[in-house]
């Protein structure tokens, strides 16, 4: 007991005595003076056994923090004596006889006489082997997670939405081809690392996740990868909400996918494509086939599937060996790669069996057919060009089979086998063709190359006869002429343009059809200008698009005006709305204006009827469509379109003439609305050349 006399030392022993901590005195030379009840029971020993003991002298032993033993000099009555310093915070642990260590934090501090001598140090010493233990075991599991996430790959990152703070790992930053602390970080730092593509979808889930109840998440996102490129990631976490349900804490680790998505990649290769072609197999395609032709029917569109199988490949397998086989199959699936558009499927559905889907051919089954016909020839073409291959150069041929898609009656599947079937009609015709599954279609498509073959033999051997419909003013005086194509088929007779334009336009015949008949307009030109009646009257001729966007349109026109000596000023080139879209246009008329040539605007008010066009363009003379003249009279709409359309021509100085005029009625209207010229049955039909000459090369009596 700490004796001192008096009742306020009695006050202060209680006092003493009920403190938990352990408290020794000892004399300035080191031994044992005094110490209370908590000291006896942390010691071991009663007061009796304590007093007159030397610190280092007795049954227990120190140890330093680290556990290891400690020097007397280093226990804390000593330090203080050495230094005559206070010390506080020590922490040491007490070894006992016959029991384990206990964990003390020590404070100790001199006590100086009225001299200034020292004369005693109070040691004071509280238990903390509980929380000894603890930092222990927390030390323990931080090194175990420490080795753990080492080990794992997985890159964690956790934020404190409190106080702000942002935690990216390493790996986080070596993930992304950086080094720790190279990047200043704070919790928006990896939104500028995400896939422009992501942003959306991720900023959406993180308000979400945010402003929701979920404790956990796992999305996968793309971040920049220093070099450029992005690595898929799969995050996955934990949301820490408080009480009140606010999220106050957000962690989580990203794993790098990107092997598993090579290898998903890889996987999918292998059981989607074919590996001697590199193309779509079997499987690719019938999933594809069910996409296509429920797109085809939703758009309302028509397309084609074309089955190609090679013409005796077995032949040419059995003589050349597989190999060579194989290597001609390489070829050809490259071949028909190029022959289709990026976004048409091609696959190999096996051996030496090939099938094409192409979508969006048309908007009836014709229209479908002639394109898919088109496509069809192409491939035929390009396959049987030869073959290089390590031996020598082969050539092969194709049989095709096309079955059209796109009403949604018939399934692909069935779709597939139809173009299977049409195939096999293919090689009993011979080999190297194509055939239709649907006998009609076939039959159109026969019949359309048929009279493809008549058209190009018509044109070799000009079946094409001048026709030239009149012009008069309203006073009934001749002032010009359209020319109008005609063909004169040998055993059809005389066909109107409606039955063959449209195929020489997409046979392309109609360039050389349309060169033909300006060929032909200029001779007659140049033959009028000798015939006083028909010297002053224009003639004009329809040129077509194609026609027009030749890059050499101009020289083409300019050569024959030259070679047949036609008056250019009596030559009007009739164009439709649609061409002036073109490129160039207007620059190819304004060359052909510089010398003399005239345009004008045929079917004005069926198209876009730009008034910018009537302005921009180099016209001359604008034609009212029949649509509108077939109704024009007062109080009718199309009357007052035709009113219209008149005084807008002449307020721009255009010559207005009206075509399909057939009866008096119509005549009367458009005559009181200052029409320039008028042209239809009314008058003259198209009448054949030497006719029309006949009819009016002579001057009226
Ligand atoms: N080199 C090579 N040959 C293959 C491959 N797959 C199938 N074949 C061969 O391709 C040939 C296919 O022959 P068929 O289409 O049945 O007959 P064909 O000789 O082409 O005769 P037709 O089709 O009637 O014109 C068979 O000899 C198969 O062994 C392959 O991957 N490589």
Redesign the pocket.
Known sequence: MLGRPGSASTRFQELLDHLPAGVVVHGADGVILTANRAAERLLGRTLDKLRGLEASEAEWSLLQADGKPMSAEMYPVHQVLRSGAAVAGFIAGLRRKGAGVSWMICNAYPVHGADGALVEVVVCFTDCTNLKDAEQQLRKSEERLRLVLRGSRDAVWDFDLRSGEAYYSDRWWEMLGYQAGEVSADQQTWRRFLHPDDRLAINVFMQELLGGTRDSFSIELRLAHRDGHYVPVLSRGFVLHDSAGRPVRVSGTNTDLTERKESEQRIYHLAYFDH?TGLPNRRHLLEQLAKIGSRSSRQGRIGALLFI???????L?DSLG?EA??LL?QQVAERLRHSVRDSDQLARL????FVVALENLGATDEEAAVEAEKVAHKMLGVLQRPHRLAVRAVTITP?IGISLFGNGATAMDEVLKQADIAMYHA?AAG?NTLRFFDPAMQAAIDARSLLENDLRQGLHLGHFPLHCQPQFSADGKLVGGEMLLRWQHPRRGLVGPGEFIDLAESTGLIVAIGQQALADACACLARWARLPVLSDISLAVNVSVQQLVQPDFVERVLAILEQTGAPPTRLSLELTESILAEDDVIDKMLALRQHGVLFSLDDFGTGYSSLSYLKRFPFCALKVDRSFVNDARTGSNAGAIAELIVALGKTLGLKVIAEGVENEQQFGFLRAQQCDAFQGFLFAPALPLDEFERRYAVAPA
């Open positions: 001697l199988d090679l013409d005796n490949f077995k032949q397998n597989h086989g194989d199959l096996g051996g030496d069996e049989s090689k080999r």
